[in-house]
């Protein structure tokens, strides 16, 4: 049975990966600090015999009896509140932690994937944005913290991939959504569709003419599976194309959950990159991936998943 580490595993997509590491028989050992984790998203794997749960701040040094032959190094603040309001943690997390993990990876002779982001692109020149660009990002902007974190998680992991020969693997995730997202956690899916659960008007950042294009979870799981079987060490997108404007995606919002509420406009955020679409040319390539969930389908998803949560969840998310 194959043993696989996944940082991050209480939060959104490690939570979604033990699932998907569990149904294909591996032995997960997930391990967060909760500090943006929910127990609740990995309670249902706590009676498996081949789950266990490690509490443990992966920015200290990490320790894991016994052999491992895959790590997944997911654990970071990712939504922009958050890691405004811990910014050291970040920093600590995609620096500190990822030297941890590659040395465990070393110790251990384990393969181990990373997780980066569209945010090496910054505020991106190039558009859409491909694995070449070098990306357009301010080191001292308030985004800075997560963003040169990230680059220096992929230098890192370069590193000990050309200098110890380590069996690296590094994925661009591009905006990602689904259930087990926080309410509260700022980011546009959950802000919006709690904002029309609630009965609030849908707050829209600077003008709305920013884009995104938001990727459905099941679809980013597979890419990173994908990814991780393969023998590809260079940085890959994953990422669904299909770009919208901020004000569009309210408007379907809105749309889609029949709400009567309106959109208000709110100053746009400092450093708030103005676009952002996928190349993904060389994930279908390489890994035979692409993206099948239109987002018509997974915002269904996601919108009854938040529907489900109860009232008091509804409006606790919101203080
Ligand atoms: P999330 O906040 O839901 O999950 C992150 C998890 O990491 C949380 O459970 C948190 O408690 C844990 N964590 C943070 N610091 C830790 C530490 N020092 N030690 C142990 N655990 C720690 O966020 P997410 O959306 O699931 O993001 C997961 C990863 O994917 C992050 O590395 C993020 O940068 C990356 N990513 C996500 C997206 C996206 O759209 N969701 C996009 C790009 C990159
Ligand atoms: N956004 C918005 N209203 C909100 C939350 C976010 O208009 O209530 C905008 C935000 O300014 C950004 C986009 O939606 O342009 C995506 O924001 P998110 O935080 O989800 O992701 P990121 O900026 O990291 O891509």
């Known amino acids: 049975m194959k043993k696989t580490l996944i940082t991050g595993a209480a939060g959104f997509l490690g939570s979604h990966l033990c699932d998907r590491f569990i149904a294909e028989g591996h032995h997960v050992i997930g391990m967060d600090n909760l500090i943006t984790g ?23 040094f990490v320790h894991v009896g016994g052999d491992l032959d895959y790590i997944l190094h997911f ?19 995609g620096s500190l932690g990822t030297l941890n993990l590659l040395g465990l990876a070393m110790n251990k002779n384990a393969r181990i994937l990373v997780a ?59 905006n990602t959504y689904g259930s087990r997202m926080r309410l509260n956690d700022g980011r546009v899916v959950p802000a919006f569709i709690g904002q029309a659960l609630r009965g609030q008007d849908l707050t829209v950042f600077g003008d709305g003419s920013q884009t995104r294009s938001f990727t459905y979870i ?36 809105i749309k889609l959950t029949g709400t009567d ?22 994930a279908k390539e390489i890994l035979d991936w692409e993206p099948r969930v239109p987002r018509s389908e997974g915002l269904k998803q996601v919108y009854e998943y938040f529907k489900s949560l109860s009232e008091e969840e509804l409006w606790k998310a919101h203080r």
């Open 261 to 282: 509420q309106k959109i208000i406009f709110k100053p746009l955020p400092q450093d708030d990159p103005l676009q952002r679409q996928p190349d993904i040319s060389r």
């Open 38 to 60: 929910d127990l609740k998203n990995i309670e249902h794997l706590f009676p498996l015999e081949n789950f266990e749960f490690h509490h443990h701040d992966v920015s200290t």
């Open 116 to 174: 980066s982001t569209s945010e090496v692109y910054g505020d991106p020149l190039v558009h859409p944005q491909n694995e070449d660009y070098y990306g357009n990002v301010s080191p001292i902007g308030p985004r800075g913290v997560y963003d040169e974190a990230k680059r220096f998680m992929e230098s890192i992991t370069m590193a000990y991939h050309r200098h110890h020969g380590l069996d690296t693997r590094i994925v661009r995730i591009f």
């Open 218 to 253: 099941d679809d980013q799981v597979e890419g990173i599976y994908r990814l991780l079987m393969s023998d590809y060490v260079e940085p890959i997108n994953i990422g669904n194309p299909d770009e919208t404007t901020i004000l569009e995606f309210a408007e379907e919002i």
């Open 75 to 93: 654990a970071s603040p990712a939504s922009p509140i958050d890691y405004l309001k811990i910014p050291i943690e970040t920093l600590k997390v």
